[in-house]
């Protein structure tokens, strides 16, 4: 035995000893799990044995004509063989019986949509029910995964069911008129029938002291089973029910500050009869999410969860807690408050106090009515830390949210409108289903929309906001007074519709230079010949009003910033709505990367151009008077002037960010481009200034390897750029797939911080990006790295004769080393201030203390 397997027992006997008074985890009096549509038992990845042909034994009494059975066409790589490889297709009614000891029964139903003996399954519409309780109506599997975030290939449904009189679990599948069911398997495992609160009275959220009992006729339907904090624990990791726990990541509202604890070598006391070990696995109690030591901060903001839910049903909410916070060693240390949609559940909670120790887990349950009503078919979890505590901060476990069933039993919801939301940008093109197609469509139109030069679009709420601020009270009092009034002409200058004419003859098609929905970009000429512009003439028929047409005017006349392109004027005659901007004689910087005649950039011109943009982005970020998110960041939107210099334009998809540093982000329906459109964005719908890292991060690869973000057609690994590029960067190949213009121009160590940058701004997560900020130094640093390596082969190149010239810069050279690792130290500060803080075990002894 090596010392460190002996620590590891050690620890496990401690942890056997400090438990013995608790039962172990929970012996399934029942488990039947049943591989429908298979001809052979099988045994699944997670060990278990799965039973083949329903037919003989839970089904006998059903129609042989109701049903067959089928393999499914093609198998995904995540989805497992068993038991999602074959499926029974059923035609009518069809019941299965199977027999069970009495108590509440966890089932679960396995579903595979996919294309089975030519039946399409986006066309299977059917309903479940289950010893009288109504578990799906009218469902459709496919149309549910397609909704899911992210997006699975198979879904489990799980239930509860109680079975208490006659010792049978009856399913039933009838699948709608005109359509077909689907089942790929069925589990049946039992569970403690105290662990889920029946006939307990549990607080009823929204009325002061209300309860609400939980009586044993009530099914349940889990919605969420998440291990805050932590990783997916597997079914077969779980404490005997095989529930799954999953991450919590994508239902965290991001904020800044949220740190996570993983301290898996902790023991934790279980109690009976509170919470006994079968409770939840000890990897959901040593794993959590905590604000952070700011307690100024914390005071301020929220730890804030977000969960779709269907409107018209009870929710129960169990939270789970353990205490691991070594200072805390009395009461009213470590008190916070829980909210549930807006709502108090419980004040100063208190976990060391209500467990009566350190590392005892407890969990809290409350009940919430979402009403028909509701508009936001949404339940939020906020938590906060109380005044009153010593340490202002708030931390959880592990969560878990079920449906309760309505009066009648039902427990269905609709099928998922999909019409709001649009797809995930897919890394594999190939991959594509035919049922996705219509979900596809926003994506192209953003694109087609978002491709003009000069868009100026922003929207209504910016001008609502802004009425509040005092210098923007004048103009908005100016525009309700009389809405057709010329523009403040001090903001700036405004053209006759007779100037615009003479500038573009008459808006001649030889003069334009681009079009979209809006209406049509034109080339002219003013001033008597000296000044080329651009002119963007708006189609009075496009769906933007005058009024916000003089909003975009008082708004993007103030922004000034050298990086990006500016506003020159306007004209307003004759019912015209014209944009007037400088002219960019370069075009745009993808006409210089690819597909394109013109002479490549230079590598050191390409980090010129970038860190112009950067620059841009951060002035629109955080110098501008509010923050404004750009929203559809690409080479195409990053012009050069006649001198190269990289402005960025295209604000019509522009967003004011957070108004208040308690506010993160801002929901939207997802807009942008495609092959630039951060994931995490499309995942929750709110927008936050790292969105825009993430394209701008595309285009930072974009301008290294000389090809667009997306090729249809290519291999799987290579259609997305940011994929290829990101795995090619972390094999430490990035210098295989730079742009063959750029060959021999690249210093290796530029090239290593580039792409350690570029990486970086596509992240899956936003809190793991850098900020525009950051990424202005750490490009303007690759550049310095560049120029000395640059310098260092002049000087080396150079001869004798030379030296001597030479020698003020070789100086420089021997001391740039030094000069860029204090930029290195400074980005690696900045970073850590916006990135989420893990722990692992020991490192956090110092707050957490040891487990000894
Ligand atoms: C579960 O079964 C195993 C083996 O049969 C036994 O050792 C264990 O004590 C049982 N646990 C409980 C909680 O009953
Ligand atoms: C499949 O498993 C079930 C239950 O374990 C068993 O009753 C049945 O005989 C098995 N069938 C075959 C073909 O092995
Ligand atoms: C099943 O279908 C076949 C032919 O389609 C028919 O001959 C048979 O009677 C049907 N069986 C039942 C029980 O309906
Ligand atoms: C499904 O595939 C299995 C092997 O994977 C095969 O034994 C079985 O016959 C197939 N079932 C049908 C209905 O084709
Ligand atoms: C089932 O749902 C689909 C799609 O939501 C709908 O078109 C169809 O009319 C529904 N059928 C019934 C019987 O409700
Ligand atoms: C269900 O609850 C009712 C009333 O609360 C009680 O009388 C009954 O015994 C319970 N049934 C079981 C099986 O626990
Ligand atoms: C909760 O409060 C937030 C912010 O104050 C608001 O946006 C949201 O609509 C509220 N939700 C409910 C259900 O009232
Ligand atoms: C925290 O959540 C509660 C309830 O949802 C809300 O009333 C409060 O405004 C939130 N506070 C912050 C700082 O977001
Ligand atoms: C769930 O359905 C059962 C049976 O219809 C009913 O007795 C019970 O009250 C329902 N539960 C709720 C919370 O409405």
Same mark, same amino acid.
């Given at each position: 035995?090596?010392?460190?397997?002996?620590?590891?027992?050690?620890?496990?006997?401690?942890?056997?000893?400090?438990?013995?008074?608790?039962?172990?985890?929970?012996?399934?009096?029942?488990?039947?799990?049943?591989?429908?549509?298979?001809?052979?038992?099988?045994?699944?990845?997670?060990?278990?044995?799965?039973?083949?042909?329903?037919?003989?034994?839970?089904?006998? *009494?059903?129609?042989?004509? +109701? #049903? &067959?059975?089928?393999?499914?066409?093609?198998?995904?790589? @995540?989805?497992?063989? /068993?038991? %999602?490889?074959?499926?029974?297709?059923?035609?009518?009614?069809?019941?299965?019986?199977?027999?069970?000891?009495?108590?509440?029964?966890?089932?679960?139903?396995?579903?595979?949509?996919?294309?089975?003996?030519?039946?399409?399954?986006?066309?299977?519409?059917?309903?479940?029910?289950?010893?009288?309780?109504?578990?799906?109506?009218?469902?459709?599997?496919?149309?549910?995964?397609?909704?899911?975030?992210?997006?699975?290939?198979?879904?489990?449904?799980?239930?509860?069911?109680?079975?208490?009189?006659?010792?049978?679990?009856?399913?039933? *599948?009838?699948?709608?008129? +005109? #359509? &077909?069911?689907?089942?790929?398997?069925?589990?049946?495992? @039992?569970?403690?029938? /105290?662990? %889920?609160?029946?006939?307990?009275?549990?607080?009823?959220?929204?009325?002061?002291?209300?309860?609400?009992?939980?009586?044993?006729?009530?099914?349940?339907?889990?919605?969420?089973?998440?291990?805050?904090?932590?990783?997916?624990?597997?079914?077969?990791?779980?404490?005997?029910?095989?529930?799954?726990?999953?991450?919590?990541?994508?239902?965290?509202?991001?904020?800044?500050?949220?740190?996570?604890?993983?301290?898996?070598?902790?023991?934790?006391?279980?109690?009976?009869?509170?919470?006994?070990?079968?409770?939840?696995?000890?990897?959901?109690?040593?794993?959590?999410?905590?604000?952070?030591?700011?307690?100024?901060?914390?005071?301020?903001?929220?730890?804030?969860?977000?969960?779709?839910?269907?409107?018209?049903?009870?929710?129960?909410?169990?939270?789970?807690?353990?205490?691991?916070?070594?200072?805390?060693?009395?009461?009213?240390?470590?008190?916070?408050?829980?909210?549930?949609?807006?709502?108090?559940?419980?004040?100063?909670?208190?976990?060391?106090?209500?467990?009566?120790?350190?590392?005892?887990?407890?969990?809290?349950?409350?009940?919430?009515?979402?009403?028909?009503?509701?508009?936001?078919?949404?339940?939020?979890?906020?938590?906060?830390?109380?005044?009153?505590?010593?340490?202002?901060?708030?931390?959880?476990?592990?969560?878990?949210?079920?449906?309760?069933?309505?009066?009648?039993?039902?427990?269905?919801?609709?099928?998922?409108?999909?019409?709001?939301?649009?797809?995930?940008?897919?890394?594999?093109?190939?991959?594509?289903?035919?049922?996705?197609?219509?979900?596809?469509?926003?994506?192209?139109?953003?694109?087609?929309?978002?491709?003009?030069?000069?868009?100026?679009?922003?929207?209504?709420?910016?001008?609502?906001?802004?009425?509040?601020?005092?210098?923007?009270?004048?103009?908005?009092?100016?525009?309700?007074?009389?809405?057709?009034?010329?523009?403040?002409?001090?903001?700036?200058?405004?053209?006759?519709?007779?100037?615009?004419?003479?500038?573009?003859?008459?808006?001649?098609?030889?003069?334009?230079?681009?079009?979209?929905?809006?209406?049509?970009?034109?080339?002219?000429?003013?001033?008597?010949?000296?000044?080329?512009?651009?002119?963007?003439?708006?189609?009075?028929?496009?769906?933007?009003?005058?009024?916000?047409?003089?909003?975009?005017?008082?708004?993007?006349?103030?922004?000034?910033?050298?990086?990006?392109?500016?506003?020159?004027?306007?004209?307003?005659?004759?019912?015209?709505?014209?944009?007037?901007?400088?002219?960019?004689?370069?075009?745009?910087?993808?006409?210089?990367?690819?597909?394109?005649?013109?002479?490549?950039?230079?590598?050191?011109?390409?980090?010129?151009?970038?860190?112009?943009?950067?620059?841009?982005?951060?002035?629109?970020?955080?110098?501008?008077?509010?923050?404004?998110?750009?929203?559809?960041?690409?080479?195409?939107?990053?012009?050069?002037?006649?001198?190269?210099?990289?402005?960025?334009?295209?604000?019509?998809?522009?967003?004011?960010?957070?108004?208040?540093?308690?506010?993160?982000?801002?929901?939207?329906?997802?807009?942008?481009?495609?092959?630039?459109?951060?994931?995490?964005?499309?995942?929750?719908?709110?927008?936050?200034?790292?969105?825009?890292?993430?394209?701008?991060?595309?285009?930072?690869?974009?301008?290294?390897?000389?090809?667009?973000?997306?090729?249809?057609?290519?291999?799987?690994?290579?259609?997305?750029?940011?994929?290829?590029?990101?795995?090619?960067?972390?094999?430490?190949?990035?210098?295989?797939?730079?742009?063959?213009?750029?060959?021999?121009?690249?210093?290796?160590?530029?090239?290593?911080?580039?792409?350690?940058?570029?990486?970086?701004?596509?992240?899956?997560?936003?809190?793991?990006?850098?900020?525009?900020?950051?990424?202005?130094?750490?490009?303007?640093?690759?550049?310095?790295?560049?120029?000395?390596?640059?310098?260092?082969?002049?000087?080396?190149?150079?001869?004798?004769?030379?030296?001597?010239?030479?020698?003020?810069?070789?100086?420089?050279?021997?001391?740039?080393?030094?000069?860029?690792?204090?930029?290195?130290?400074?980005?690696?500060?900045?970073?850590?201030?916006?990135?989420?803080?893990?722990?692992?075990?020991?490192?956090?002894?110092?707050?957490?203390?040891?487990?000894?």
């Amino acid at each position: 035995m090596n010392p460190l397997s002996l620590i590891t027992f050690h620890i496990s006997l401690l942890h056997v000893l400090l438990s013995s008074a608790a039962a172990a985890g929970y012996n399934a009096t029942d488990i039947i799990l049943l591989d429908c549509g298979a001809t052979s038992n099988s045994t699944s990845q997670d060990g278990r044995n799965w039973e083949a042909d329903p037919h003989s034994k839970y089904c006998p *009494f059903n129609d042989p004509n +109701a #049903s &067959f059975s089928s393999n499914a066409s093609r198998q995904d790589p @995540s989805v497992l063989q /068993v038991p %999602y490889h074959s499926a029974l297709i059923i035609r009518s009614k069809f019941t299965f019986k199977f027999p069970v000891l009495p108590g509440p029964k966890f089932l679960r139903l396995y579903f595979y949509p996919e294309t089975y003996s030519d039946l399409d399954t986006t066309t299977s519409f059917f309903s479940v029910t289950a010893n009288g309780y109504t578990l799906l109506n009218n469902f459709s599997a496919s149309l549910t995964v397609l909704a899911m975030d992210p997006r699975p290939a198979s879904l489990i449904k799980e239930y509860v069911i109680p079975v208490w009189d006659n010792q049978m679990l009856i399913v039933t *599948f009838a699948p709608s008129p +005109a #359509s &077909f069911a689907f089942i790929n398997g069925i589990e049946i495992v @039992s569970m403690p029938s /105290v662990l %889920y609160a029946y006939g307990s009275e549990i607080p009823l959220v929204s009325i002061e002291g209300g309860r609400f009992t939980l009586d044993n006729t009530t099914a349940l339907e889990t919605m969420y089973r998440l291990n805050v904090g932590g990783k997916q624990i597997e079914n077969k990791d779980d404490t005997g029910m095989y529930r799954t726990w999953r991450q919590d990541d994508d239902y965290l509202v991001a904020s800044k500050w949220v740190t996570v604890y993983k301290l898996s070598s902790f023991s934790i006391q279980y109690t009976e009869p509170d919470t006994p070990e079968y409770t939840a696995p000890k990897e959901v109690y040593t794993t959590l999410r905590i604000m952070g030591s700011d307690s100024w901060f914390n005071l301020k903001s929220n730890l804030t969860w977000n969960f779709a839910i269907d409107a018209g049903f009870y929710y129960l909410f169990r939270l789970h807690f353990c205490e691991l916070l070594a200072q805390v060693t009395k009461r009213n240390q470590h008190v916070f408050n829980i909210f549930i949609n807006n709502q108090t559940a419980e004040k100063q909670v208190d976990v060391f106090y209500e467990a009566q120790g350190p590392r005892i887990p407890i969990h809290k349950d409350y009940i919430v009515l979402v009403g028909n009503e509701a508009q936001a078919k949404e339940l939020r979890l906020d938590l906060h830390p109380d005044q009153s505590s010593t340490y202002a901060d708030a931390f959880l476990n592990g969560l878990e949210i079920f449906k309760l069933n309505q009066t009648a039993g039902s427990l269905a919801g609709p099928n998922p409108d999909l019409v709001p939301r649009t797809q995930p940008p897919k890394l594999q093109p190939g991959s594509r289903k035919s049922g996705e197609k219509s979900t596809i469509l926003p994506i192209v139109g953003a694109i087609l929309g978002g491709f003009a030069l000069f868009s100026l679009l922003l929207i209504f709420f910016i001008f609502q906001r802004r009425r509040k601020q005092k210098d923007s009270r004048s103009f908005s009092s100016k525009f309700s007074a009389n809405k057709t009034s010329s523009l403040p002409s001090d903001l700036c200058r405004h053209f006759s519709i007779a100037e615009i004419k003479a500038a573009t003859q008459d808006f001649h098609d030889r003069f334009m230079i681009g079009s979209g929905g809006f209406g049509n970009v034109y080339k002219g000429i003013i001033d008597g010949g000296t000044t080329v512009v651009a002119i963007k003439r708006l189609n009075p028929s496009s769906r933007q009003g005058a009024h916000e047409f003089h909003t975009e005017i008082t708004m993007l006349s103030k922004l000034r910033h050298i990086h990006l392109v500016s506003l020159m004027g306007y004209c307003d005659d004759q019912g015209e709505m014209i944009l007037v901007y400088d002219y960019m004689p370069h075009g745009t910087l993808r006409d210089h990367l690819y597909n394109t005649k013109s002479q490549p950039l230079s590598w050191k011109r390409r980090l010129e151009i970038c860190i112009g943009a950067a620059r841009g982005l951060q002035y629109l970020h955080r110098e501008a008077k509010y923050s404004i998110i750009h929203r559809d960041v690409k080479s195409s939107n990053i012009l050069l002037d006649e001198n190269y210099m990289a402005k960025v334009s295209d604000f019509g998809l522009s967003k004011l960010g957070p108004m208040s540093t308690s506010q993160t982000h801002v929901s939207t329906v997802v807009k942008g481009s495609f092959g630039y459109v951060d994931p995490e964005y499309y995942r929750r719908q709110h927008l936050t200034e790292k969105s825009d890292v993430y394209s701008f991060g595309v285009v930072l690869f974009e301008v290294l390897c000389g090809r667009p973000p997306m090729i249809q057609g290519l291999s799987k690994e290579k259609a997305s750029l940011v994929h290829w590029a990101r795995s090619c960067y972390l094999k430490g190949k990035l210098d295989q797939i730079v742009d063959r213009n750029l060959t021999d121009q690249i210093a290796p160590m530029a090239l290593q911080k580039f792409g350690e940058v570029a990486e970086r701004c596509v992240r899956d997560q936003g809190v793991e990006r850098p900020m525009m900020s950051d990424i202005v130094w750490a490009l303007e640093f690759t550049l310095q790295l560049q120029e000395a390596a640059d310098k260092e082969i002049n000087d080396r190149n150079a001869t004798t004769t030379d030296e001597e010239l030479f020698s003020g810069s070789s100086k420089n050279v021997a001391k740039s080393p030094k000069s860029t690792s204090d930029i290195a130290s400074s980005i690696a500060i900045s970073d850590q201030s916006s990135g989420t803080k893990i722990s692992e075990g020991d490192t956090s002894s110092l707050l957490l203390g040891n487990d000894n």
